[in-house]
């Protein structure tokens, strides 16, 4: 028995038809992080990172990455976004990131919280890169981990 693929017809990449869908509220919620040597954690804390305001930096890269899900991902539709929440903190050895997206339509907003998280967290470490750098130019500690979807929600539009 053959397989039915839903993004694949004769062998062609398609995407889902969601016309017949009902629009509904959405809500996701993903998170991550980045671990970071403790010295640098310190010089986010104080301002003193070289490029600027990591964090405030990270949360306009989250915005934009989400407005730009479709753009990145071959199968995600075009959603319309109703707002995006970026959150970001420090722990003992890391930041952590938590992005909210909100939507109403037709299909879920989970692959565009993961995608807020993951640039967010890579704009982090572009950000804190000359910091994390040991003397041979690379990043022994420096990991981006964790990513998972926090809480989908989808409820009826009433």
């Not at 010295?39 to 915005?63: H, P, Q, Y």
């Amino acid at each position: 028995m053959k397989k039915e693929f839903t993004h694949i017809q004769d062998d062609r990449a398609v995407m889902v038809d969601i016309g017949n869908k009902d629009i509904v509220t959405r809500r996701a919620v993903a998170s991550g992080d980045i671990v970071l040597s403790r010295d640098t954690l310190e010089m986010i804390k104080k301002g003193t990172i070289e490029k600027g305001n990591v964090f405030s930096t990270a949360r306009v890269a989250a915005i934009l990455a989400v407005k730009r899900t479709p753009e990145m991902i071959p199968m995600c539709h075009q959603i319309p976004i109703t707002s995006v929440d970026v959150d970001l903190a420090i722990d003992d050895d890391h930041v952590s990131a938590v992005v909210e997206v909100r939507s109403v339509g037709r299909t879920g907003v989970e692959m565009e919280a993961l995608t807020g998280v993951s640039v967010s967290l890579l704009t982090v470490w572009d950000m804190v890169k000359s910091a994390e750098k040991d003397n041979t130019g690379n990043y022994p500690y420096t990991c981006i981990r964790n990513i998972k979807v926090v809480e989908k929600i989808k409820s009826d539009q009433n």
